[in-house]
């Protein structure tokens, strides 16, 4: 008779445990205990702790230090090599997207930095439409932006109108063609007016993207962008070139994991 061979204890304790997060524990509540897994399936602690573990290594669950494990909120993720409206990407997620516009004003060329008004070509006296908002998912901020676009190309821009996906509105109702953007990438930590907006700790890890965003190679706009390093998960695919052949390379400076790219 051929025997049975079953899955070591700690893996069918993690996937009855697996079965129950996103049903009976919800993104953002406090997970079982080992202690009370243990008592529950009638394991032993070592076996407990081992199913708990792996599950926080798969990063379906977060531990937090002197308060217990808890389900992970959920987080985004993108492509680097395409822009991706964050709205739409929420949307897909099953997520709640919103955005808080924090300040919207308009100005001439003599306001803007000079390093922005040489990186979009701004003629003197130009006029332009700075703003900074907020994006959430499900009511948790999540990315922090500050833009600034040339009126010329978004007239009568209003508050209203960026209270929503930015991409949406400048191909749709401005019908402009934006035809990519200019990325930098680099980690910071997040100082203390940031992280407050982020509802964060002040020096919390992130990822700051200052970008161009162009249409038929003139500049469309200026961003900085500040993503959470927590919830965002920046993806790239590297093809391997044969000989002769030119490949595309993305220098990140990085210490730390962090997540993607949005309009």
């Given at each position: 008779m051929q025997s049975i061979v079953r899955d070591p204890i700690y893996v069918q304790v993690n996937e009855?445990?697996?079965?129950?997060?996103g049903t009976q524990f919800r993104p953002g509540e406090r997970f079982l205990s080992e202690r009370e897994i243990a008592s529950e399936y009638g394991v032993s602690r070592a076996t407990a702790n081992k199913a708990l573990a792996s599950l926080v290594s798969e990063g379906l669950l977060?531990?937090?230090?002197?308060?217990?494990?808890?389900?992970?909120?959920?987080?985004?993720?993108?492509?680097?090599?395409?822009?991706?409206?964050?709205?739409?990407?929420?949307?897909?997620?099953?997520?709640?997207?919103?955005?808080?516009?924090?300040?919207?004003?308009?100005?001439?060329?003599?306001?803007?930095?000079?390093?922005?008004?040489?990186l979009l070509n701004a003629s003197p006296d130009e006029s332009f439409y700075c703003f900074s908002r907020l994006r959430l998912v499900d009511g948790e901020p999540m990315i922090l932006?500050?833009?600034?676009?040339?009126?010329?190309?978004?007239?009568?821009?209003?508050?209203?109108?960026?209270?929503?996906?930015?991409y949406a509105l400048l191909t749709e109702d401005y019908e402009l063609q934006i035809t990519g953007a200019d990325?930098?990438?680099r980690a910071i930590r997040l100082n203390s007016s940031e992280a407050r907006q982020l509802r964060v700790k002040s020096g919390?890890?992130?990822?700051?993207?200052?970008a161009i965003g162009s249409m038929d190679g003139e500049a469309l706009w200026y961003e900085r962008t500040i993503?959470?390093?927590?919830?965002?998960?920046?993806?790239?695919?590297?093809?391997?070139?044969?000989?002769?052949?030119?490949?595309?390379?993305?220098m990140i400076s990085a210490d730390q994991s962090v997540e993607e790219n949005e309009s």
């Open positions: 009855r445990l697996r079965a129950r997060i977060q531990f937090r230090k002197g308060l217990g494990t808890f389900v992970r909120a959920a987080t985004l993720d993108g492509d680097l090599h395409r822009l991706v409206s964050f709205t739409e990407r929420a949307r897909q997620a099953d997520l709640r997207p919103e955005t808080i516009v924090l300040t919207f004003q308009s100005v001439h060329t003599e306001a803007l930095e000079p390093n922005v008004a040489r932006e500050w833009r600034a676009l040339p009126a010329a190309h978004c007239p009568n821009l209003t508050v209203a109108k960026l209270e929503g996906s930015l990325e930098e990438l919390s890890p992130a990822l700051e993207i200052t993503y959470r390093g927590d919830r965002y998960i920046f993806r790239n695919q590297i093809a391997v070139t044969g000989p002769g052949e030119r490949g595309i390379g993305r």
